[in-house]
């Protein structure tokens, strides 16, 4: 019930409705609709995880989706709103300014030399293992959507709505769960079909008519796409030239080392699944995100990440290897991927004698000088004038899943803190905002007109507290000196 | 049938942004006090995001007597701390003008140069004075900002407050009086620039979600009376 919860700060406002903070459950979002749902679609989609999947895959979904946990009811108990999970503050990112934003798409886009002249971030070069390893979770979490009976489309798989963390390895976090759509055999939807849903400009469907709303074959291209820009660390504006009618052709530069690999080599199974995924002709014909998870397996494991892989599993409750797809036969994509060999190391130290190091694991900054300016004045921060360094080096000897991965591979690109630490400090971190948060709400409440004895008890409660906390302080503090003092 | 090919190296068009702003004497004590505090906003509100910065160019040009470059056209998101101003001096419009259509032209060719497509650049102008300099003088400096046999000419939104009179800065629009707007009578300037602030990070974030469609609009700050604009790409 509305009435049972402490409703915080407004975080964001959108068409449908409002977010806000909950002070009292800090993991989780109260969404707030502006007009009246009906009850029964939004029933249907919070029950859909617990309902349509298996243990395995619902635990995928736990993990990597922020879906809707329960419905809000209000005094007349119409629903009113919904309880959301939060993204976990790994999914955030602190600039050099000390601002902290959500780890959106965007930032992995464009070249990562900009994004760490601009924000001070350290993100992982084009190519590198972090980001196909974001690509596999994203993909692991669609295959559970297509696998669910009846299966679940996102519907606008966005930079703002997929978020990204490589603290405890890749990992993705898709929010704005609740406008996803459950769809039957035929592929007819399960919710409210009067309900519309609009694609994120620059990361939509080309396919999905103006009005219509986006379907499984949207979330498809979404994975193909987010693939294309995030390994790449490219814009790839494609959409405005499908619509325009033509083939489009897409270079994806790869190191020149694996250019001739079965694997990442022209006509590599890949880019055929990137792009069958992309096609506007052909939307059917979009390959599953299965197809996806088989082939990022079988590339991450021949570049000797097959650790990256298993750190996936973990994060996402659990894994096993998946068999290499067949894919059906091509009706011929409007999209082709090319994969071209990326040119040489320019910059600093020159083009030759590169220093070896594996492409995949790079985390280096560089940066492709002509996509910043900086004009004149002391007061822009220029970009480094480095081309990136992922392209140079060997790529690690196929291993088995079982195998260690290849020797001389780098840590993670944003190193993590050891779990023990990194527990130890969200603890002490939510103990001091719960204090907090008690204090100033009791201050609320003595400086408010309300009833005295609602006033007393927050007061008695708040001094309680505190007792509690002096008595364990000096306890602590007198098992400390009292080997001191011979005791 | 052709094939359109698509590199690593393709960007989006980027649509500049040039902020105008009035640092006469009138403008001495609260409003520029306010205009140094909402300045450092206006620069980590639109630079903090990378899906803005990547689209938007922001430059400001502060006039009096003449007409300076504060911000050179840029990325926001490399932009480090933005320098104070200090009023002084009468209000000139025609320096404004003259100042705007050099450096616009200035900074598309060297954008282009470097491989930057262009939309129509904006320009909000922002006064709390009538202009100082002769009415004949600033007219014929407006024409040349306006006119329509300059390819780069600007979509100009006009905002005053204090002593600005509404005719003179519907004609700085180009006599497109839906985008010009006046202050209540006898608003407090401290209080309307960060308002203003506020509607312009509003419109400059909406028209950059525009971009990514591929048809570009000006978005007016939500304020009574303004419409969006529809803005063409550049050669």
Known sequence: ?487 | MSTANVDAQERYSVFPFYVCLDVSASMAGAPIDAVNRQLPVLRSKLGEDPAVAEVIRLGVITFSDVAHDLLPLCDLSLVETVPTVAAQGRTSYAAAFDHLRQTIEDDYQRGRAGGDRWYRPAVIFISDGRPTDDTGRWRAALDRLLDPEWKRRPNVLAFGFGDADPAVLATVTGSKPQRAFMAAEGSEPAQVIPELVAGLIQSIVSSSASVYTGSAILVPPDLPSMTAIAVDPLD
């Open chain 1, 1 to 487: 019930l509305l009435a049972d919860l402490e409703v915080g700060e407004l975080i964001a406002e959108g068409g449908e409705g409002r977010v806000y903070q909950l002070p009292l459950q800090p993991h989780l979002l109260f969404k707030s609709y502006r007009r009246p749902v009906a009850p029964w679609a939004v029933e249907d989609l919070v029950s859909w995880p617990g309902r349509a999947l298996d243990a395995q895959a619902a635990a995928r979904v736990g993990a990597s989706a922020a879906w809707p946990l329960s419905t809000v009811l209000d005094s007349d108990c119409s629903v009113t709103g919904l309880l959301v999970p939060r993204a976990p503050k790994r999914f955030s990112l602190r600039h050099r300014d000390g601002a902290t934003r959500l780890a959106s798409l965007s930032y992995l886009t464009t070249d990562p030399a900009h994004r760490a002249a601009a924000y001070g971030v350290r993100l992982p070069e084009p190519g590198a293992v972090e980001r196909f390893g974001l690509v596999y979770a994203l993909a692991r979490l669609l295959d559970a959507f297509e696998n669910g009976q009846p299966c679940a489309a996102h519907g606008d798989l966005s930079t703002k709505n997929v978020l990204w963390s490589l603290q405890r390895g890749p990992e993705v976090f898709v929010i704005d769960c609740d406008n996803s759509e459950r769809f039957d055999a035929t592929g007819a939807t399960l919710g409210d079909p009067g309900r519309r849903r609009a694609m994120t400009p620059n990361w939509e469907d080309p396919a999905v008519a103006k009005g219509d709303n986006p379907t499984v074959a949207s979330d498809r291209y979404s994975l193909a796409l987010i693939f294309l820009r995030v390994v790449g660390a490219a814009n790839y504006p494609i959409q405005a030239r499908q619509r325009s009618g033509e083939p489009v052709s897409v270079e994806f530069p790869i190191p020149p080392a694996v250019i001739s690999s079965r694997l990442l080599g022209p006509g590599a199974t890949l880019w055929e699944l990137c792009g069958r995924g992309l096609s506007l002709t052909h939307p059917a014909d979009r390959p599953p995100a299965s197809a996806w998870v088989g082939v990022l397996e079988a590339v991450l494991d021949s570049i000797g990440a097959a650790e990256t892989m298993r750190s996936v599993w973990a994060n996402q409750g659990g894994g096993q290897p998946s068999p290499v797809p067949s894919l059906s036969e091509s009706k011929g994509s409007d999209v082709r991927i090319h994969p071209v060999a990326a040119p040489p190391r320019r910059g600093a130290r020159g083009g030759r004698g590169l220093p070896v190091r594996s492409w995949v694991r790079g985390n280096s900054v560089g940066a492709v000088a002509a996509t910043v300016r900086t004009p004149s004045g002391g007061i822009v921060r220029p970009a480094p004038a480095v081309t990136p360094s992922w392209m140079a080096g060997p790529v690690g000897s196929p291993s088995g899943l079982g195998a260690a991965a290849s020797p001389g591979a780098a840590g993670p690109a944003i190193p993590a803190p050891a779990p023990v630490m990194r527990d130890v400090i969200a603890t002490v971190r939510g103990a001091v905002a719960w204090w907090l948060h008690t204090h100033r709400r009791t201050f609320r409440t003595l400086i408010s007109a309300g009833a005295r004895r609602q006033r007393a008890r927050a007061l008695a409660f708040c001094a309680a507290v505190d007792a509690a906390i002096a008595v364990g302080l000096l306890f602590v503090a007198a098992m400390a000196v009292s080997p001191l003092l011979g005791i």
